[in-house]
């Protein structure tokens, strides 16, 4: 019996060591994969103001998970996040970063409105699970190719999942809407957090 006990304990503890061996393992490809696509944006935001040799593109690796190319990259200063943008919020493009949302306008259009996706929580990867902390007043940063652009949070809501009129454009603003899933551990509604650009 005591000899059971003891193999069965030493199972438990090995299947825990392999379990964070692989939760960490999974942890540090995610932030290759970003660091990857973060330099290629810097790449190309390089090239495209004259600064730089030929663009890097992801390739191989990055190519293989089905990425469809790189927005810009989004900053949120309170709570340190910086984070590629993907050009569609598909579930590939989750599951590595965030994605812009399709249909909506670009970041220059004055007037216009884009919104970008993130998981709240994820095995590899919290990359909105603070956005819920956003106050008004405080600021958002997206780098795109055309430039940089500032935002002020001005609101969040909690919405239902087909209630998108929300992100639609709003007169006499620029906007910016941050979504994810709400509550915590939850995909029955959606936390948008919306901010108007500093012109």
Known sequence: ????????????????????????????????????????????????HGQGEEAVLPDGEDAEMGLDGLSGLLEIPKIDLRRPVLNGAT????????GSVAGLDVPADDGGSIAIAGHQTHVFGEYFSRIDELEAGDRIIYETSSGTYTYEVFRSIVVEP??????????????????????????????IVQAKRLD
Do not use: Y
């Open 1 to 48: 019996m005591k000899k059971s006990v003891r193999l069965l304990g030493s199972g438990l503890i090995l299947a825990g060591l392999l379990i964070l061996f692989w939760l960490g393992a999974g942890h540090l490809e995610t932030r290759k994969a970003q660091d990857r696509l973060m330099d290629s944006f810097e790449s190309i935001q390089a090239e495209a």
């Open 91 to 98: 579930p590939e493009n989750l599951d590595v970063s965030l």
């Open 162 to 191: 087909h209630e998108v009129s929300v992100l639609k454009r709003r007169d006499g603003i620029t906007l910016l809407s941050l979504v994810t899933c709400w509550p915590k551990h939850s995909n029955a509604q959606r936390l």
